[in-house]
């Protein structure tokens, strides 16, 4: 990008598609009058706010790569008890048009041309930046080696399954290994991981490892906290983990 | 400084990191902040913004050192602004290019 930085301030984006992708998660597309180009792993923040004046305001990771131009996907958990997902989810459309601030970010962002080999590690929702990560991967063509550790409650639940699946299963040498683990519910048949992530699912995780890979975890405060415990303890560089929390778990 | 001893304390299974906050802080400094490296004025040591526990809960914002938990900088609102404390921050330096 050029050296001259650009205001980041709050501009009406208009929604152009939704699209469901689980049960409880939307991914909504919007069309940016002030749109520039992110990197994969940044947010936007997006606020709503009421007749009354009222305004609720939450981040989003940014699920699209930065090739999509002129716009960006946010992919979206409805939460029980969620003043903002709940209202994404059940109210808005195609065509309103919310607020949203951004690109926001610059510690938890990889970029397919200046990043090296990574392992990704996502809880739930915490596997839509990684998604921009591992999208702009594909779209560049990029070699870097990739592991991705998911874990989600049943294969239902975790997103883009079909998505993973192809881009790991690509022609070529993808270079791409997709590991899932699925903690209360298994398709029959399933060969794969059934449990939490834990220390010695790691250790066989890292063995499937590049030894440079940068570290990246996602999703809920303990998941993000235990794993990059256990990873230190296993011997992995803190330098070389970066951690971005989504609080309690939504489930 | 009060200690946040995980067992004792349910809320810091809700505690977010310096990455949930960017765009609080860069409306304050005017740049992406979280990539910044901060030291620790009470334990002096040396983290990216990013890596802060962060604390959005109770009135404000609060960012805590991830190595003894105390406050390295807390954000308010106020009733005719907003006030940033850092007197938990030695230094800030940050990256020489934008991303």
């Known amino acids: 990008m050029s050296g001259v930085p650009q205001p980041i301030t709050w501009q009406l984006a208009t929604v152009s598609a939704i699209r469901p992708e689980t049960a409880n998660v939307k991914t909504f597309a919007f069309s940016l009058p002030d749109w520039q180009p992110h990197m994969p792993g940044q947010h936007y923040d997006l606020r709503l706010t009421a007749a009354d004046g009222y305004q609720a305001q939450r981040s989003y990771s940014i699920a699209s790569p930065p090739e999509q131009a ?57 596997i839509v930046p990684l998604m921009a990560m591992l999208r702009e991967r594909a779209a560049a063509g990029a070699r870097q080696p990739a592991t991705l550790l998911y874990s989600s409650r049943s294969r239902d639940e975790a997103i883009y399954f079909d998505e993973l699946a192809q881009l790991a299963g690509s022609a070529g040498s993808s270079g791409l290994t997709v590991i899932h683990t699925l903690t209360r519910s298994q398709p029959p048949g399933w060969t794969g991981y059934s449990r939490r992530i834990d220390a010695a699912m790691l250790r066989e995780v890292l063995a499937r490892t590049d030894p440079n890979a940068t570290v990246f975890i996602c999703g809920p405060t303990p998941l993000v906290e235990s794993a990059a ?11 070389r983990i970066r951690t971005e929390r989504f609080g309690p778990t939504g489930n | 400084m009060d200690d946040l001893n995980q067992e004792e304390d349910p809320t810091d299974w809700m505690r977010l990191d310096g990455n949930a906050v960017a765009g609080a802080l860069m409306e304050w400094f005017g740049m992406e902040m979280t990539a910044a490296s901060g030291e620790c004025n009470h334990c002096g040591n040396v983290a990216a913004i990013g890596t802060l526990h962060a604390y959005t809960r109770g009135p404000g914002i609060v960012l805590r050192c991830s190595a003894c938990q105390g406050i390295v900088l807390r954000l308010v609102q106020t009733p005719s602004g907003s006030l940033l404390d850092a007197r938990g921050t030695a230094w800030l330096a940050r990256p020489t290019s934008a991303a």
């Open chain 1, 70 to 126: 002129g716009g960006v996907e946010l992919s979206i958990e409805r939460l029980p008890d969620g003043e903002v997902s709940a209202f994404m989810h059940d109210t808005v459309m195609v065509g309103d048009r919310i607020e949203l601030r951004g690109p926001i970010g610059g510690y938890f962002v990889w970029s397919a041309v200046s990043g090296g080999p990574l392992l990704l590690i996502a809880g739930g929702s915490g």
């Open chain 1, 229 to 239: 415990g256990s990873l230190v303890d296993l011997g992995v560089p803190a330098s």
